[in-house]
Structures are given as structure tokens and as C-alpha cells.
């Protein structure tokens, strides 16, 4: 590959800010951002971009690997570099430009002395674990969208506090780009897409799929109260009920829709459970699931939610299977879905 100039995909690839210039100025342009080693979840927000600005707009992806979102023992040298794969896959989803800067480019003279700083929401959770890495991921995705200018940037739900970060800082900091979430991509076995995935043995994926599980566990035990909750009330009361409930034959099926209706709610509390219940199973494997956490948060702040939660929430888990640690979320809804100016729907500023 030239340093640049168009690759025989068709893509342009270039390593230079200088060179970053719009394909036709007055086009939209949609951002990727990604670390490289792309695989189908990459390919997807690729796609999504490359829909929402047409045939005539630019859909760039950057690949840098970003240092200052690694601390100390996390796997920095042996994240996987990949530029010519990235490229052609790139290209195939229907990317124009690949933007892989060097770090000197990035971050001419050394790491930066101003940087962007996540606030309260990034310490928690996966700030907690890793701290430091939001305020590098922000800083990174500040100087990206500075230097690539976009209409739109696209962003995976499986990173779901890095999204509710970047939406909060574009909206605080004024950035006046429209910040895109794609839903997570998961391979046939449900594991999320990461470019980590290819660090697990057999043995170990298999203990890594606890993961995905234990969330669909608290997604259905969720699921299943509501249908509960949903018959309950549909089920007539005192004399009328017990004669609809003989002539329906299912006694006892909505007698337990009236208990459960009537009983202290499970919400929340029966979400955690149900999934700890998985992972705690995990736990005992060989090799074991070493939980980091387990969360059902408010996405607008990425605080515990209570059990009497209604609205929007996102359950998130985060393990470590041998030396690989791995991420995952769901989102779900508890009672009426909030609307857009409440303050649990997604991206609220709380």
C-alpha cells in the first residue's frame, strides 16, 4: 500500500490529517471509529453509515490504535494490527476513505497535557475497572472528529457506556455531529463481536458464552413477568373470574398470572438474579468466569437502577475468561416506555 493514494479495493487510505480532505466538500460525511482488527460488528456500523448518507455522501473509518485507553498491564502491544484486512473489509461494507494514523500524528510532541475527562459517569463500571481509559477514549474521539469533520458518527451498543459517554460529551462540549448507535452484532452462538474473541481457546469461549447467556437469562425472566403481569390483568375478578377461569380450564396457569401480579414486583431485582444465577454457574467451570461486574443501569448515567425502575436500562456484564476480558450488554424496558424527554430515556442528560 502507498502511504497514499487509493488502495485496489477502491477505497482511499490515508495516514495524514492534511490529506483528510473531503471527497466532495459539500456532501455528508459519516465517521467509524475503530482500533482496527475489524470484523462483522465493524462491517455493520460501516454499512449503517454508508445507508444513512447515500450513494453521494463519504463514509470514512479511522483505524488508530489509541494509547492512552490502555493502562497499565492491559494488552496495548498485543492488540492485533491488521491494516490490510481492515482495508479490504473496509472497502467491501462500503467505506470511501480509511484514515490509520500514526501515534505522532494523533499526538504530535508526546501524549496530550489537555485532555477531555469523563466526569462522574466514567468512573464507574467499566471506569472503575480501568481507570483512566474513558478519559482517553474521549480525548481520542474528540481529536477524531476534529480532524474528520463529519455530519454523523457511528457508534456500536456493545460498548454501551463508551456511546453514552460520547453522546454526553458532543452534547456538553457542542461538537454539532449527530452521534448514530448500531445495535450489537453477535456471532450464531451469541457471543458479542470483539476483536478479543480471537484470543479464547475453544475451552474458554465455551466459558465466555455465560456472558451473552446470562443476559438473555434476565432478559426472559424480564419478559416472562411482564406476559404474567399482561394476563393478570386481562383476567376477570371474584365469582366472574373463577367461572372464566373453569370454563378456560387454566386454573392454575392464571392463578399464578394473579399471584405474580399481586405479589412485591420482581423488576429489577428478578433481572439480576436471573443472570447472576448464570454467571455464578460460570464462575464454577473449568476454565472459570472471573465476574468484574454485573449492572442493570440507567443508560443517561450509568447508575444502579432502583427496583422500582421504569423506563429504559441496560444490563451489563464484564469477566475475564484466562487472560482475555470480555464486555456485554443488553437493553430492556421496565413498565411504559419513556419518551424522549424523560429523564431514563437514552442519551437524557441527567
Given at each position: 500500500?502507498?502511504?497514499?493514494?487509493?488502495?485496489?479495493?477502491?477505497?482511499?487510505?490515508?495516514?495524514?490529517?492534511?490529506?483528510?480532505?473531503?471527497?466532495?466538500?459539500?456532501?455528508?460525511?459519516?465517521?467509524?471509529?475503530?482500533?482496527?482488527?475489524?470484523?462483522?460488528?465493524?462491517?455493520?456500523?460501516?454499512?449503517?453509515?454508508?445507508?444513512r448518507v447515500g450513494a453521494g455522501g463519504e463514509v470514512v473509518v479511522t483505524v488508530f490504535v489509541n494509547p492512552l485507553q490502555f493502562g497499565a498491564g492491559e494488552d496495548l502491544d498485543r492488540y492485533p494490527r491488521t491494516l490490510d484486512a481492515d482495508v479490504e473489509l473496509a472497502a467491501a461494507a462500503g467505506a470511501d476513505t480509511v484514515f490509520a494514523p500514526g501515534a505522532d500524528e494523533v499526538y504530535p510532541g508526546g501524549e496530550p497535557q489537555v485532555r477531555v475527562t469523563a466526569?462522574?459517569?466514567?468512573?464507574?463500571?467499566?471506569?472503575?475497572?480501568?481507570?483512566?481509559?474513558?478519559?482517553?477514549?474521549?480525548?481520542?474521539?474528540?481529536?477524531?472528529?476534529?480532524?474528520?469533520?463529519?455530519?454523523?458518527?457511528?457508534?456500536?451498543?456493545?460498548?454501551?457506556?463508551?456511546?453514552?459517554?460520547?453522546?454526553?460529551?458532543?452534547?456538553d462540549?457542542?461538537?454539532?455531529?449527530?452521534?448514530?448507535?448500531?445495535?450489537?452484532?453477535?456471532?450464531?452462538?451469541?457471543?458479542?463481536?470483539?476483536?478479543?474473541?480471537?484470543?479464547l481457546s475453544a475451552v474458554e469461549r465455551r466459558t465466555a458464552l455465560a456472558l451473552s447467556r446470562a443476559l438473555f437469562a434476565g432478559r426472559d425472566r424480564h419478559a416472562a413477568q411482564q406476559a404474567l403481569h399482561a394476563r393478570a390483568a386481562l383476567a376477570p375478578g371474584n365469582d366472574t373470574r373463577a367461572r372464566a377461569l373453569d370454563a378456560l380450564g387454566e386454573s392454575r396457569a392464571a392463578a399464578d398470572a394473579h399471584a405474580v401480579a399481586h405479589a412485591a414486583p420482581g423488576g429489577p431485582a428478578a433481572v439480576r438474579a436471573a443472570a447472576r444465577a448464570v454467571l455464578d454457574a460460570a464462575a464454577r467451570l473449568t476454565?472459570?468466569?472471573?465476574?468484574?461486574?454485573l449492572a442493570l443501569v440507567d443508560p443517561?448515567?450509568?447508575?444502579?437502577?432502583?427496583?422500582?425502575?421504569?423506563?429504559?436500562?441496560?444490563?451489563?456484564?464484564?469477566?475475564?475468561?484466562?487472560?482475555?476480558?470480555?464486555i456485554d450488554n443488553l437493553p430492556l424496558t421496565f413498565g411504559t416506555p419513556a419518551a424522549p424527554g424523560d429523564p431514563h430515556h437514552p442519551g437524557a442528560v441527567s
Open positions: 500500500m502507498t502511504q497514499h493514494g487509493t488502495d485496489p479495493a477502491g477505497v482511499r487510505l490515508l495516514h495524514t490529517a492534511d490529506a483528510l480532505r473531503p471527497a466532495a466538500p459539500d456532501a455528508p460525511r459519516a465517521v467509524v471509529m475503530t482500533m482496527g482488527a475489524l470484523h462483522e460488528g465493524h462491517a455493520t456500523l460501516v454499512r449503517a453509515a454508508r445507508e466526569g462522574p459517569m466514567g468512573g464507574r463500571l467499566e471506569g472503575a475497572t480501568r481507570p483512566g481509559h474513558f478519559d482517553g477514549m474521549l480525548t481520542v474521539v474528540a481529536k477524531l472528529l476534529h480532524l474528520t469533520r463529519p455530519d454523523l458518527a457511528f457508534f456500536g451498543q456493545k460498548d454501551a457506556q463508551q456511546l453514552a459517554l460520547v453522546r454526553r460529551m458532543a452534547r462540549l457542542d461538537f454539532g455531529v449527530e452521534i448514530v448507535a448500531v445495535p450489537t452484532v453477535r456471532e450464531p452462538d451469541g457471543l458479542a463481536l470483539s476483536s478479543r474473541n480471537r484470543y476454565p472459570p468466569l472471573d465476574i468484574d461486574y443517561s448515567d450509568f447508575t444502579e437502577v432502583p427496583d422500582d425502575h421504569t423506563g429504559e436500562a441496560v444490563l451489563a456484564v464484564a469477566a475475564r475468561v484466562g487472560t482475555t476480558r470480555l
